[in-house]
């Protein structure tokens, strides 16, 4: 692991200017809707994100945060109104900006960040009228991890990850925390979840 984020930190440094593209919002008319579509979440309409989020999008399904105390990298989704993940690339990585509270703000990765922080694989796996199923693999945690995208008690839509954790199959993604040993290196990657049978907290530790 070592050596995959030492090489995309110094490409970092290489490309200062380069981004990797963010899918834009979905578009949306008030008159399309039905029986089934979820209520615009307010909060996504923020003029200090950058990227920005649609009425129907979830900010954050999980997150990475890193022992420098930097911003964490959160991943979002692209949902339509019926909460299915829009278009062939709906989960994203970007900054998620915490370190000047209350205000909160956002911005996309640099491309070869991306290539650290971004995935190998995704796809979707299943989409119907009330929510959809959306599978996704990290560069650096190679395993599956399942984001299902439903309308929450509130009428907004909500998206919880899932992975397998210490042996749990299913276990919540809650969030991953990155030991970082330098620029350009990591010492070891925790996996936080959650067992949605018994509600234990899981940490599985990965090391290069």
């Not at 703000?105 to 640099?110: D, I, K, N, P």
């Not at 042996?167 to 925390?177: E, H, P, S």
């Amino acid at each position: 692991m070592k050596s995959k984020i030492a090489g995309a930190a110094l490409a970092v440094g290489l490309c200062a200017g380069c981004s990797h593209g963010i899918p834009p919002p979905v578009a949306y008319r008030a008159t399309q809707a039905d029986d089934h579509t979820a209520r615009p979440n307010p909060a996504n309409d923020n003029p200090d994100f950058h990227p920005a989020f649609g009425p129907f999008d979830v900010q954050v399904v999980f997150r990475i945060e890193k022992s420098n105390g930097g911003d964490p990298i959160a991943y979002g989704i692209r949902l339509d109104p019926h909460c299915t993940p829009s278009g062939h690339d709906p989960v994203f990585p970007y900054w998620r900006e915490n370190r000047h509270p209350p205000k909160l703000g956002s911005h996309a990765l640099r491309f070869f960040q991306y290539a650290a922080y971004g995935f190998s694989k995704q796809r979707t796996t299943k989409r119907s009228r009330t929510g959809g199923e959306h599978l996704i693999v990290l560069k650096q945690v190679k395993r599956p991890v399942l984001i299902v995208a439903e309308q929450g008690k509130h009428g907004y839509c909500v998206a919880t990850a899932y992975t397998r954790v210490k042996g749990v199959k299913n276990a919540r993604l809650d969030y991953i925390y990155v030991k970082v040993a330098g620029m350009m290196s990591a010492d070891y990657v925790d996996v936080h979840g959650t067992d949605m049978k018994t509600g234990d907290q899981l940490i599985e530790r990965l090391t290069p």
